[in-house]
C-alpha cells in the first residue's frame, strides 16, 4: 500500500526557511518521479517542483532560486527545501508519486506571515 506522509510545515516569517519532508511507504519510491504542489484557498494544485528518479529537477517560475528539491532514496523521503519565504508562498503543500493513477499525500501548511 502506497502512503505518503508531509511533514514541516508550519509557521513562519517573511524571509525565513522552512524544510518540508514527505516520507513514502513502499518500494517505489526510487524508481517514479516526484512533485511537490501547493494549493491556495479555493484554487486548484499548483505544482512547484518535481524530481526524477535520476535527480534531475524542475521548478516552477515562482520559486525558482529559493526552493530546492531533493530526495533521499535510501530513506524514501522527499524534501523540499524553502528559503526566502514570501507571503505568497501561503498554501497547503503536498506531495505527489506519479506512478499509475497517482498518489497524493495529506498536505501540510505552510503560513508566511508577519
Known amino acids: 500500500q502506497v502512503q505518503l506522509v508531509e511533514s514541516g510545515g508550519g509557521l513562519v516569517h517573511p524571509g525565513g526557511s522552512l524544510r518540508l519532508s514527505c516520507a513514502a511507504s513502499g518500494s517505489f519510491f526510487r524508481f517514479v518521479t516526484m512533485r511537490w504542489y501547493r494549493q491556495y484557498p479555493g484554487k486548484e494544485r499548483d505544482m512547484v517542483a518535481e524530481?526524477?528518479?535520476?535527480?534531475?529537477?524542475n521548478y516552477a517560475d515562482s520559486v525558482k532560486g529559493r526552493f530546492t528539491i531533493s530526495r533521499d532514496n535510501a530513506k524514501d523521503t522527499l524534501y523540499l527545501q524553502m528559503n526566502n519565504l514570501k507571503l505568497e508562498d501561503t498554501a497547503v503543500y503536498y506531495c505527489?508519486?506519479?506512478?499509475?493513477?497517482?498518489?497524493w499525500g495529506q498536505g501540510t501548511q505552510v503560513t508566511v506571515s508577519s
Open positions: 505527489y508519486a506519479d506512478m499509475m493513477s497517482g498518489y
Open positions: 524530481i526524477h528518479s535520476g535527480g534531475l529537477a
